[in-house]
């Protein structure tokens, strides 16, 4: 059964409005997907009406990612440097919602780790690839990169390639930029730059 619609509004962001009058900064209908944009401070209190209302039972936590959008020019939903997406699934509707919250730099946001348990490595993920810092969270560590890793590499400011990877018995492979992948990806014609790779 599709999650309920009054109005031409999805029933979460009635209930969220009557219940947090000012946690809602935008909702946004994209390609069928519906987001919603809340303060930081309101964070948790909104994901456990997500999660406990018995009209939504979001009870199923997806995924935690993150953006950063230091770099973009065009239209956003969020003032901040990252936005933090929640991707969340109702087992009563088989439904998806997304709740997204902004942070800048330094800013820290609330961790989900008390409402769902499996943010835990998400968000861990989310610290380890982007810096940033989720208040509350049970084990806050680098676990993809090396402890001794300086920096976060899904920052915009981090280069593309660039730098020779390291390999087992103290071997080095050929940096991103020495290896010439062509791929027919980039064009309906099937040519990346001046090579034709795809036969059509």
Same mark, same amino acid.
């Given at each position: 059964?599709?999650?309920? !619609?009054?109005?031409?509004?999805?029933?979460?962001? @009635?209930? @969220?409005?009557?219940? #947090?009058?000012?946690?809602?900064?935008?909702?946004?209908?994209?390609?069928?997907?519906?987001? @919603?944009?809340?303060?930081?401070?309101?964070?948790?209190?909104?994901?456990?009406?997500?999660? %406990?209302?018995?009209?939504?039972? *979001?009870?199923?936590?997806?995924?935690?990612?993150?953006?950063?959008?230091?770099? /973009?020019?065009?239209?956003?939903?969020?003032?901040?440097? #990252?936005? !933090?997406?929640? $991707?969340?699934? =109702?087992?009563? *509707?088989? =439904?998806?919602?997304?709740?997204?919250?902004?942070?800048?730099?330094?800013?820290?946001?609330? =961790?989900?780790?008390? +409402? /769902?348990?499996?943010?835990?490595?998400?968000?861990?993920? +989310? /610290? %380890?690839?982007?810096?940033?810092?989720?208040?509350?969270?049970?084990?806050? &560590?680098?676990?993809?990169?090396?402890? %001794? /890793? +300086?920096?976060?590499?899904?920052?915009? &400011?981090?280069?593309?390639?660039?730098?020779?990877?390291? #390999?087992?018995? $103290?071997?080095?492979?050929?940096?991103?930029?020495?290896?010439?992948?062509?791929?027919?990806?980039?064009?309906?014609?099937?040519?990346?730059?001046?090579?034709? +790779?795809?036969?059509?």
């Amino acid at each position: 059964m599709p999650a309920p !619609v009054f109005q031409g509004e999805r029933l979460e962001v @009635i209930k @969220i409005r009557e219940r #947090f009058p000012s946690a809602i900064i935008k909702v946004k209908e994209f390609r069928g997907d519906t987001y @919603i944009c809340v303060t930081r401070e309101s964070l948790k209190e909104v994901c456990e009406l997500l999660r %406990d209302d018995p009209e939504l039972e *979001y009870k199923m936590f997806s995924e935690c990612t993150c953006v950063d959008y230091s770099k /973009w020019e065009h239209e956003r939903d969020l003032s901040d440097r #990252f936005e !933090v997406v929640y $991707n969340l699934f =109702s087992l009563k *509707y088989f =439904s998806r919602i997304f709740v997204k919250v902004g942070a800048f730099d330094g800013v820290t946001v609330p =961790s989900m780790t008390a +409402v /769902w348990p499996g943010a835990e490595y998400p968000e861990r993920e +989310v /610290w %380890d690839l982007f810096g940033v810092v989720f208040e509350g969270h049970p084990q806050l &560590e680098r676990f993809l990169l090396p402890d %001794d /890793w +300086v920096g976060f590499p899904l920052r915009k &400011e981090v280069p593309l390639g660039g730098e020779d990877v390291d #390999f087992a018995q $103290n071997t080095k492979g050929p940096a991103v930029e020495d290896v010439s992948m062509p791929h027919a990806g980039e064009s309906f014609e099937g040519k990346t730059g001046s090579e034709d +790779v795809s036969g059509r």
